[in-house]
């Protein structure tokens, strides 16, 4: 079963003022994000760097002067042909020389994302905006029994939100069930970007632990779906809400067909009689003394029910010291279920 980085990747590129606690903050954020959000359309030829208290802007003709964060910034030499690294190295007013002599022009409309005087983005006419609050709408709407995952070292929640991208890691700590005889829950990774840094996309899981590095280890059942920020990429809200909506569907049914089996394994009975059931412990691979230390356990309770044993084994592998053995006698001692009619 393979184990998933990209929460661990995020993790390590978040600095801490796009480290978010909690959706509700998250969605707040990005719901005023969107809010201040403006989009303005020019030709090329109407736009003009420009050297403003000695920083290098962009005149947007009309709509006023505008400054640059690091990601328009790396768009616009992308747009003039440079090198970013060349134009940082040189003096602003030389930086604002080459735009003048490097930019195209051309009539056909470019897009220009603002927040107030702050150009967020540049864009050509075939881009297509999905905002950040629109995606975790659907979250909050189909992902109601989800959650962060614990809180990584560094503070890290797996809620993340900067001038490029978003980033989500929630999973349902809640929803833990048994899949060939081994503990898992479900998770799904989200991200999107307003400004053309990352594709839409969402990831499925389920997974059987989260080290505090936030690497989701031995998952299964991993599904995944992306968008490019195209014309119909508004229609991926659906197939991401069908992904949420089909991952809650699959844990409602593990869920409830983990609870029929416990219910029928708290009825049938391992044997006759403490021989019998010893018997067939040995013959599973289970220590003789230890079989017998679970049965006296599982006599307590009156019978010898595969739920009494399996409950006695786990309450024994809890003391052992040995964190290898002691998962392995969990192992064992959850795969007698199977054996429930």
Same mark, same amino acid.
């Given at each position: 079963?393979?184990?998933?980085?990209?929460?661990?990747?995020?993790?390590?590129?978040?600095?801490?003022?796009?480290?978010?606690?909690?959706?509700?903050?998250?969605?707040?954020h990005?719901?005023?994000q969107k809010?201040?959000?403006? @989009?303005?359309?020019?030709?090329?030829?109407?736009?003009?760097?420009?050297? @403003?208290?000695?920083?290098?802007m962009l005149?947007?003709?009309?709509?006023?002067?505008?400054?640059?964060? =690091?990601?328009?910034?790396?768009?616009?030499?992308k747009?003039?042909?440079?090198?970013?690294?060349?134009?940082?190295?040189?003096?602003?007013?030389?930086?604002?020389?080459?735009?003048?002599?490097?930019?195209?022009?051309?009539?056909?409309?470019?897009?220009?994302?603002?927040?107030?005087?702050?150009?967020?983005?540049?864009?050509?006419?075939?881009?297509?905006?999905?905002?950040n609050?629109?995606?975790?709408?659907?979250?909050?709407?189909?992902?109601?029994?989800?959650?962060?995952?614990?809180?990584?070292?560094?503070?890290?929640?797996?809620?993340?939100?900067? @001038?490029?991208?978003?980033?989500?890691?929630?999973?349902?700590?809640?929803?833990?069930?048994?899949?060939?005889?081994?503990?898992?829950?479900?998770?799904?990774?989200?991200? =999107?970007?307003?400004?053309?840094?990352?594709?839409?996309?969402?990831?499925?899981?389920w997974?059987?632990?989260?080290?505090?590095?936030?690497?989701?280890w031995?998952?299964?059942?991993?599904t995944?779906?992306?968008?490019?920020?195209?014309?119909?990429?508004?229609?991926?809200?659906?197939?991401?809400?069908?992904?949420?909506?089909?991952?809650?569907?699959?844990?409602?049914?593990?869920?409830?067909?983990?609870? =029929?089996?416990?219910?029928?394994a708290?009825?049938?009975?391992?044997?006759?009689?403490?021989?019998?059931?010893?018997?067939?412990?040995?013959?599973?691979?289970?220590?003789?003394?230890?079989?017998?230390?679970?049965?006296?356990?599982? @006599?307590? =309770?009156?019978?010898?029910?595969?739920?009494?044993?399996?409950?006695?084994?786990?309450?024994?592998?809890?003391?052992?010291?040995?964190?290898?053995e002691?998962?392995?006698?969990?192992t064992?001692?959850?795969?007698?279920?199977?054996?429930?009619?």
């Amino acid at each position: 079963m393979p184990n998933l980085t990209k929460a661990h990747d995020e993790l390590f590129n978040r600095s801490p003022d796009e480290v978010f606690p909690d959706l509700r903050t998250l969605y707040n954020h990005c719901h005023e994000q969107k809010q201040n959000a403006v @989009e303005k359309w020019h030709a090329p030829s109407n736009i003009r760097p420009i050297l @403003e208290d000695h920083v290098p802007m962009l005149s947007l003709g009309e709509d006023g002067n505008h400054t640059l964060n =690091n990601w328009s910034f790396t768009q616009l030499c992308k747009i003039a042909g440079i090198a970013k690294d060349t134009v940082k190295k040189v003096s602003p007013k030389t930086a604002v020389d080459v735009f003048l002599d490097t930019l195209p022009g051309g009539t056909k409309p470019m897009q220009f994302l603002t927040d107030g005087d702050q150009l967020r983005s540049i864009h050509g006419a075939t881009y297509t905006r999905l905002f950040n609050a629109d995606l975790l709408s659907t979250v909050n709407e189909f992902a109601v029994d989800f959650q962060p995952a614990q809180t990584a070292v560094g503070a890290g929640s797996g809620l993340y939100c900067g @001038e490029q991208d978003m980033f989500v890691f929630l999973i349902d700590p809640t929803g833990w069930t048994e899949i060939e005889g081994e503990a898992f829950a479900p998770g799904f990774f989200l991200w =999107n970007s307003e400004v053309g840094k990352r594709t839409v996309g969402i990831q499925t899981f389920w997974f059987q632990a989260v080290c505090q590095n936030h690497i989701v280890w031995d998952a299964t059942d991993v599904t995944e779906f992306s968008r490019k920020h195209t014309a119909r990429v508004h229609d991926s809200l659906d197939p991401i809400r069908y992904h949420i909506e089909q991952l809650a569907k699959k844990r409602d049914e593990r869920r409830d067909g983990f609870a =029929n089996v416990i219910k029928k394994a708290m009825k049938e009975k391992l044997g006759k009689d403490d021989e019998e059931a010893l018997k067939f412990l040995t013959k599973r691979g289970f220590n003789q003394s230890l079989a017998k230390e679970a049965l006296k356990i599982a @006599e307590q =309770n009156g019978k010898f029910t595969i739920f009494s044993i399996v409950d006695a084994l786990t309450r024994l592998a809890g003391k052992n010291p040995n964190a290898g053995e002691r998962t392995e006698l969990d192992t064992k001692a959850s795969q007698l279920l199977s054996l429930v009619n």
